[in-house]
């Protein structure tokens, strides 16, 4: 077992990310458990100011203990992920440098992903059984908006309630295949939590 500390923006994220991690470990080792406590919640333009990822990244590296690790999951929104991802990295490493960390932005936000296994989420949690999944799910700049759009009226997608529900019923392999953000998570967890898997 390794510990993973995260750290996050939303609301959503601190319920739906430590699922999201144990079902990834689960489909790496089935026999492996991964240790995912409640994530830190802070903002994402807090994080850029400087001294605030350092402060937070220090919190994280108490949390995740001497053998743990971090990982940092963020929506880029109008960002560039990899020039974003690649600055606090930079700032992350440099604060805690004896602790393994990965930094992973969500293009353009986590919901994206969802839009990118649509199939396996079509007919649950009030989106329609008939919505169609975009062919460049990433592009859409408002993923909560259009998952909302194919609810009923009057019915809206919620973050607290159903980013948990639907990050553990969606499908990973669809959401790697057709969102490059949710693949480099999957290869950035993968690692993380390889020492821990080598061992016997």
Request: proline share 7%; charged share 30%.
């Amino acid at each position: 077992m390794r510990r993973i500390a995260t750290i996050v923006e939303g609301h959503g994220e601190v319920e739906a990310v430590p699922i999201l991690l144990r079902r990834i470990a689960e489909r790496l080792s089935p026999d492996f458990a991964v240790d995912a406590p409640r994530p830190i919640r802070t903002g994402r333009q807090k994080l850029r100011k400087e001294g605030e990822l350092e402060r937070v990244v220090r919190l994280a590296a108490r949390l995740a203990g001497t053998d743990g690790c971090i990982l940092i999951l963020l929506d880029a929104d109008t960002d560039c992920p990899a020039e974003l991802g690649s600055e606090l990295l930079r700032r992350a490493r440099g604060e805690q440098a004896d602790c393994d960390i990965r930094v992973v932005l969500a293009k353009v936000e986590y919901e994206a992903w969802f839009l990118a296994a649509l199939d396996s989420i079509a007919g649950k949690r009030g989106i329609a059984e008939s919505a169609a999944q975009p062919p460049e799910p990433e592009s859409i700049r408002d993923a909560k908006g259009w998952l909302s759009a194919r609810m009923p009226s009057g019915q809206s997608y919620s973050p607290t309630l159903d980013q948990p529900a639907l990050t553990a019923i969606f499908d990973l392999d669809a959401a790697a295949q057709m969102a490059p953000s949710f693949d480099k998570l999957w290869r950035d967890v993968g690692s993380l939590l390889a020492p821990a898997r080598r061992q016997p």
